[in-house]
């Protein structure tokens, strides 16, 4: 006989699991782990679910300037805060480092609960290299740059062993201090919980790098350990890359042309091998220092049809993320920065073949709001992190009214990441519906609507909660639901609640217009809100 746990039991049994590792293993560092269905974050033992938001640029190079901030996040339902630390201010003098910042950054943080994911804008941010120290910026013969339409730009070249070795000193060097000061064996409350290793790589202006060492490179063989990859993964390979390679050939030697074709795809993929191949090794010595979750992202192209340098070329864009992977295995996750308006279809492109989704750049506000739900719901995601998230301490604004919900749900989420029965949407005019398969039902998603009013639009998630119990979350939304056995299903009963130390709280008995009379499972758009469903099926 095939027995369901219920949602309670998926959440004992993941606590006590989660207790025993945390008890043989009271230092182990944050992690990733299969649990289940899911990838998921694990933090001093136990699955950890980031409601995060993105600082500005320098924001965090000040501790005065942060003070008042931290208090203000911590309102909005934030657990956790993604800040830059920059190559110049922690090595200000080659050899010489100061780690005052970072120590008073982990201070306030821990004052207000927060979580910490740290990002390493050393070598390159957004596709320029601003953020390296002065001793790199006027030593262009050490450190080389990229050079574009016969000139050189202030972007250093991936093909300088020297930059690489020196940013890897630095950022192994800040990998150790953070180990000693929240990642030691008697540590059972990690702070930095993940590590952005750069920011938005590649060659802006131009399709690839044009200096004397990239052009000798672009006209060699294609390394073998490359091309090895292609043909060894090549059933799994993103699709646009395997027909690029399909198209011309799929040869497995040649140069750089003759195994890509003569176009911008070809640049964009030499320069992400080049990328790769520097920061691959940035990656691994700040493991081998302290070995916990690091990222890459993304500046996501606005059009599949753009040409590389109208963003970073070489930057991990979904379609060589397989070029990134073939240069080596430090690197944990490929992140979308997602401003894109077709959320759900670039979200898809990164949940894939093995990469857990996460994402340290996203909008905000009520765009976020709404957002957030499909991330964590749907796609399983780590994390959810708006940019800029100094600038919006709204503690009454739609993004902190989604955290502080979600934050209530955590337990809830993470068990059915692992169960792989979760699902969230945002439904509107251009994305009127969606359909889910749960437990025997097909549950039909649409924007809501009564006596002829229409939502502009709605979001949410829903989960299973027993055989004919559903637990949903959010707002503007409806649900039809129809048992896929060819019964009638009909509502049973329809409770709104809240959830309080993980322990439901039930409050009105929606009926009447709340339920359209019986005929639907309805969240109004004027606020958000938790509910359970029970149903009844006809004979």
Request: hydrophobic share 40%; with cysteine.
């Given at each position: 006989?095939?027995?369901?746990?219920?949602?309670?039991?998926?959440?004992?049994?993941?606590?006590?699991?989660?207790?025993?590792?945390?008890?043989?293993?009271?230092?182990?560092?944050?992690?990733?782990?299969?649990?289940?269905?899911?990838?998921?974050?694990?933090?001093?033992?136990?699955?950890?679910?980031?409601?995060?938001?993105?600082?500005?640029?320098?924001?965090?190079?000040?501790?005065?300037?942060?003070?008042?901030?931290?208090?203000?996040?911590?309102?909005?339902?934030?657990?956790?805060?993604?800040?830059?630390?920059?190559?110049?201010?922690?090595?200000?003098?080659?050899?010489?480092?100061?780690?005052?910042?970072?120590?008073?950054?982990?201070?306030?943080?821990?004052?207000?609960?927060?979580?910490?994911?740290?990002?390493?804008?050393?070598?390159?941010?957004?596709?320029?290299?601003?953020?390296?120290p002065v001793w790199v910026k006027r030593d262009t013969h050490r450190f080389p740059r990229v050079?574009?339409?016969?000139?050189?730009?202030?972007?250093?070249?991936?093909?300088?062993?020297?930059?690489?070795?020196?940013?890897?000193?630095?950022?192994?060097?800040?990998?150790?201090?953070?180990?000693?000061?929240?990642?030691?064996?008697?540590?059972?409350?990690?702070?930095?919980?993940?590590?952005?290793?750069?920011?938005?790589?590649?060659?802006?202006?131009?399709?690839?790098?044009?200096?004397?060492?990239?052009?000798?490179?672009?006209?060699?063989?294609?390394?073998?350990?490359?091309?090895?990859?292609?043909?060894?993964?090549?059933?799994?390979?993103?699709?646009?890359?395997?027909?690029?390679?399909?198209?011309?050939?799929?040869?497995?030697?040649?140069?750089?042309?003759?195994?890509?074709?003569?176009?911008?795809?070809?640049?964009?993929?030499?320069?992400?091998?080049?990328?790769?191949?520097?920061?691959?090794?940035?990656?691994?010595?700040?493991?081998?220092?302290?070995?916990?979750?690091?990222?890459?992202?993304?500046?996501?192209?606005?059009?599949?049809?753009?040409?590389?340098?109208?963003?970073?070329?070489?930057?991990?864009?979904?379609?060589?993320?397989?070029?990134?992977?073939?240069?080596?295995?430090?690197?944990?996750?490929?992140?979308?920065?997602?401003?894109?308006?077709?959320?759900?279809?670039?979200?898809?492109?990164?949940?894939?073949?093995?990469?857990?989704?996460?994402?340290?750049?996203?909008?905000?506000?009520?765009?976020?709001?709404?957002?957030?739900?499909?991330?964590?719901?749907?796609?399983?995601?780590?994390?959810?992190?708006?940019?800029?998230?100094?600038?919006?301490?709204?503690?009454k604004g739609p993004l902190a009214d989604s955290y502080r919900l979600l934050g209530t749900l955590?337990?809830?989420?993470?068990?059915?990441?692992?169960?792989?029965?979760?699902?969230?949407?945002?439904?509107?005019?251009?994305?009127?519906?969606?359909?889910?398969?749960?437990?025997?039902?097909?549950?039909?998603?649409?924007?809501?609507?009564?006596?002829?009013?229409?939502?502009?639009?709605?979001?949410?998630?829903?989960?299973?909660?027993?055989?004919?119990?559903?637990?949903?979350?959010?707002?503007?939304?409806?649900?039809?639901?129809?048992?896929?056995?060819?019964?009638?299903?009909?509502?049973?009963?329809?409770?709104?609640?809240?959830?309080?130390?993980?322990?439901?709280?039930?409050?009105?008995?929606?009926?009447?217009?709340?339920?359209?009379?019986?005929?639907?499972?309805?969240?109004?758009?004027?606020?958000?809100?938790?509910?359970?469903?029970?149903?009844?099926?006809?004979?």
């Amino acid at each position: 006989m095939k027995i369901q746990l219920s949602a309670l039991l998926v959440l004992l049994l993941s606590f006590t699991l989660g207790v025993s590792v945390a008890s043989a293993q009271p230092s182990a560092a944050p992690h990733l782990e299969k649990r289940g269905a899911a990838t998921q974050l694990i933090v001093d033992g136990q699955p950890f679910l980031m409601l995060s938001g993105e600082l500005h640029n320098s924001s965090s190079s000040s501790l005065e300037y942060m003070k008042p901030i931290w208090p203000q996040l911590k309102a909005m339902g934030l657990n956790s805060v993604v800040t830059p630390l920059s190559w110049e201010l922690i090595e200000p003098e080659e050899g010489k480092y100061d780690f005052a910042l970072v120590d008073g950054l982990l201070a306030q943080a821990r004052e207000n609960q927060q979580r910490v994911v740290f990002l390493w804008l050393a070598s390159w941010k957004n596709g320029m290299s601003s953020y390296a120290p002065v001793w790199v910026k006027r030593d262009t013969h050490r450190f080389p740059r990229v050079v574009e339409h016969g000139s050189e730009v202030e972007i250093l070249t991936p093909m300088a062993s020297a930059t690489r070795d020196a940013d890897a000193r630095a950022f192994a060097a800040l990998m150790r201090h953070i180990k000693e000061v929240d990642g030691e064996v008697d540590s059972h409350d990690h702070t930095v919980v993940m590590m952005q290793i750069e920011n938005e790589v590649g060659v802006l202006g131009d399709t690839r790098d044009h200096s004397d060492a990239a052009n000798k490179a672009f006209a060699s063989a294609v390394p073998a350990e490359l091309t090895s990859y292609l043909q060894s993964h090549r059933n799994a390979l993103y699709p646009d890359l395997h027909a690029l390679w399909e198209r011309n050939g799929a040869k497995t030697t040649g140069t750089w042309v003759e195994v890509f074709g003569d176009t911008p795809r070809a640049d964009e993929i030499f320069m992400a091998w080049n990328y790769a191949r520097f920061i691959q090794p940035v990656t691994a010595a700040g493991k081998a220092a302290y070995d916990i979750p690091m990222y890459v992202n993304t500046w996501l192209a606005d059009s599949d049809d753009n040409t590389p340098g109208s963003y970073p070329s070489g930057c991990p864009e979904p379609w060589v993320v397989d070029i990134w992977r073939a240069a080596g295995s430090s690197i944990d996750i490929y992140a979308p920065d997602l401003y894109d308006a077709r959320f759900a279809l670039w979200a898809k492109r990164y949940h894939r073949n093995g990469n857990p989704l996460y994402m340290p750049e996203a909008q905000g506000g009520a765009v976020g709001a709404a957002n957030v739900f499909y991330a964590l719901a749907e796609e399983s995601g780590l994390g959810f992190s708006p940019f800029g998230i100094d600038a919006e301490v709204d503690s009454k604004g739609p993004l902190a009214d989604s955290y502080r919900l979600l934050g209530t749900l955590t337990p809830l989420i993470l068990a059915h990441q692992q169960a792989g029965d979760i699902h969230g949407f945002v439904v509107d005019k251009d994305h009127p519906s969606t359909d889910f398969n749960v437990n025997g039902y097909t549950l039909h998603v649409t924007v809501d609507q009564i006596f002829g009013h229409a939502a502009e639009s709605g979001f949410g998630l829903i989960v299973p909660i027993g055989p004919d119990e559903f637990l949903g979350a959010g707002k503007g939304f409806r649900v039809a639901i129809t048992a896929r056995t060819g019964q009638r299903a009909g509502i049973a009963s329809v409770d709104e609640g809240t959830f309080q130390d993980g322990k439901w709280i039930p409050g009105r008995r929606l009926n009447g217009d709340e339920n359209d009379q019986g005929q639907g499972w309805r969240f109004s758009s004027r606020q958000l809100s938790i509910e359970k469903l029970k149903l009844y099926r006809v004979e």
